[in-house]
């Protein structure tokens, strides 16, 4: 471990981070203790509660946040391939031994303690990432490297989808924001854009009309540009090639993928995000006329958001959320909690808090002088965007429920860890930004 010079070091430390990550966590606490506290309470020390453990989680983040700051920085570098191999295979052990809750496989139980290795090993690919790409013998120009660094991003996605997780293994597509940065090519984004509008335009409409809509279109492209097309013949074969590569997306791979592979809670929870009921064909038995987990979820979701108003009940007043209508309440609908009780404004300040957080990530990464610095701190900063926009949309009706908890917010210990951690790790890199790290 490097010297430090404690009056030098704190001068470094970026207060507005820790400030807001403390904002966070003590709204959290707040919402947790409120949902859980009823006139019956028997006093503020109860450890059976959520709000108790919550707690315990949050003190034993102080003080590994605490170990991480007198840490020398050139440790995270050092261990990232080491921590990313151990949580591929703590993925791996979890998906044979882990124990079911929800519907996933992705809970590891040691003796008393629970956790799930799918939110951890988002720190761990962080880091590896970060440590390929700011590597001396990293060409990120070069193709191979690229699909390297997205295999580093996707590979454990892969093993969170066979335990069931399908959320948690969507965040690790946020690592792209990071690659994006470091020079991903615009096609590529452009290419997972055009692939997810497909989708959506596809089970928007029936297969006939949009077949005939993009054959309208590739002719519409042809005639338009039927100059082009005399002078570069090359011009016309692409735009056919293009209408071919589309149609079979939509006709054959869009329906195999929703009645061969995805289970029918993945394809409710689609459909719930684009407001549509899921079709007979892809309804795998579903009864239609039975209003589904999901929705019910949402239904009270909403509810709970709307007898908020403007200015909210007041504290301890939730009655939806006090009175458990609202599933989940304490972890992935956390939200709805201060949004009755604080109503639109308090929503409103949540809302600005989590903005103000990313940005300063964002701020952060750009004054690094080391590319892994500013790496981690983009995938951090991508993570954090998904969550809170994923979990704040499933909230109100506009995302699928899939299981995305609200950084620092939701109660879960291994969530707030992994968080806890990834901040405060920035924290202790950002503080020595003039350094190149390798």
């Known amino acids: 471990m490097s010297t430090i010079n404690p009056k030098t070091y704190l001068k470094k430390i970026d207060g507005v981070l820790i400030l807001l990550y403390l904002l966070l966590v003590a709204i959290g ?74 519907g996933s496989s992705s809970f590891l139980v040691v003796g008393p303690i629970q956790i799930q290795p799918a939110e951890m090993v988002k720190f761990f690919t962080a880091l590896v990432l970060a440590k390929f790409l700011s590597s001396v013998e990293t060409n990120y120009l070069d193709k191979r490297n690229r699909y390297i660094a997205m295999g580093l991003a996707l590979f454990p996605a892969v093993i969170i989808l066979l335990q069931k997780e399908t959320g948690v293994a969507l965040v690790y597509f946020s690592f792209f924001l990071a690659m994006y940065r470091e020079g991903l090519p615009n096609w590529i984004l452009l290419l997972g854009f055009g692939l997810i509008f497909l989708t959506v335009a596809t089970l928007l409409m029936s297969q006939m009309v949009f077949a005939i809509l993009i054959a309208v279109v590739a002719l519409f492209v042809i005639f338009s540009n039927r100059k082009k097309i005399k002078k570069k013949k090359s011009y016309l074969f692409n735009t056919i090639g293009i209408a071919v590569v589309a149609l079979i997306f939509s006709q054959v791979l869009v329906p195999f993928t929703f009645t061969k592979v995805l289970k ?11 407001g549509q009921e899921v079709p007979e064909v892809y309804s795998q038995g579903k009864d239609n006329g039975i209003e ?12 709970a958001i709307a007898s908020g108003g403007f200015l909210g009940k007041g504290f301890l007043n939730g009655e939806q959320t006090k009175n458990d209508w609202v599933p989940e309440q304490r972890t992935d609908f956390i939200f709805c909690s201060v949004a009755e ?6 929503s409103m300040i949540l809302v600005i808090l989590y903005m103000a957080l990313i940005l300063r990530i964002s701020f952060i990464a750009e004054r690094q002088r080391s590319k892994f610095s500013r790496v981690f701190a983009y995938g951090l900063a991508g993570i954090l965007f998904f969550h ?28 707030l860890l992994t968080f806890t951690i990834m901040i405060f790790v920035l924290i202790r890199l950002d503080a020595d930004r003039s350094m190149i790290l390798r």
Request: one cysteine or more; proline letters at 3%; charged letters at 10%.
């Open 388 to 415: 809170v926009l994923i979990n704040l949309g499933m909230t109100i009706g506009i995302a699928p429920v899939i299981g995305i908890p609200l950084p620092l917010v939701s109660y879960g210990g291994t969530s």
């Open 29 to 102: 606490f707040i919402s947790i203790y409120a949902v859980e506290h009823t006139s019956q309470s028997q006093g503020f020390f109860q450890m059976d509660r959520s709000y108790m453990r919550q707690l315990i989680f949050l003190c034993i983040g102080m003080l590994i946040s605490v170990v991480i700051l007198f840490t020398d920085s050139k440790t995270f570098p050092n261990l990232a391939f080491l921590s990313y191999g151990v949580g591929i295979f703590l993925l791996l052990i979890t998906l044979v031994l882990g124990r079911e809750v929800n």
């Open 292 to 303: 589904s987990a999901a929705e019910y979820n949402v239904r009270q979701s909403k509810i």
């Open 264 to 274: 029918a809670y993945q394809v409710e929870r689609i459909y719930t995000m684009i």
């Open 341 to 346: 009780q604080f109503g639109f404004l308090g």
